[in-house]
């Protein structure tokens, strides 16, 4: 299932509608509530898995700098379930920063 929404993600990302944005990093942001296994990918059997479905995920391709698959962390605002980047862009530490912290 995590499958197909890294395939719409990346869809989306072939659009490259933040190419013409002046910006020191471009990612796009996956929000995952509003899908039925955001809570399951929390889970070690399913993280696992859903890491390895990302493998190979390169967001320069797309002209991005990262993809951040994200849920709500209230009252923190948004934390990253995943994410993949470019590292000498954007670290996990600068995506941890910028989406508040893991779950």
């Known amino acids: 299932m995590f499958g197909t929404i890294i ?3 990346l869809n989306k990302a072939q659009r490259r509608q933040a190419h ?4 020191s990093a471009r990612v796009l942001v996956v929000y995952m509530m509003g899908t039925k296994i955001a809570e399951d990918l929390i889970h070690p ?6 890491k390895a479905e990302l493998d190979g995920t ?5 002209g991005l700098d990262a993809i951040a698959f994200v849920i709500r962390a209230l009252p923190r605002g948004l934390a990253f379930l ?10 996990t530490a600068h995506l941890e920063a910028m989406f508040s912290a893991s779950p």
């Open 7 to 9: 395939q719409r993600a």
């Open 20 to 23: 013409g944005v002046l910006a």
């Open 45 to 50: 059997i399913h993280t696992e898995k859903a």
């Open 58 to 62: 390169d967001p320069q391709r797309y």
């Open 82 to 91: 995943f994410a993949v980047g470019d590292d000498n862009t954007l670290t």
